[in-house]
């Protein structure tokens, strides 16, 4: 956690109020669990999907 709270304080964000870090992270977090969600889906049902591809 200290590392957590040493990189919040001296990296790009330390300069934001508090409340634009939480909005940062908490866009961010947003992004990485859709991806992952993402992954679990393609990875349980890709074998059943028929993708094609043309005009």
Do not use: C, R
Request: charged share 5%.
């Amino acid at each position: 956690m200290d590392v957590f709270k040493e990189i919040m304080n001296n990296g790009p964000l330390g300069l934001l109020p508090f409340w634009s870090k939480s909005m940062v992270l908490l866009l961010f977090s947003a992004i990485v669990s859709t991806l992952f969600t993402m992954l679990i889906i393609l990875l349980v049902y890709g074998s059943q999907v028929s993708i094609q591809f043309g005009y």
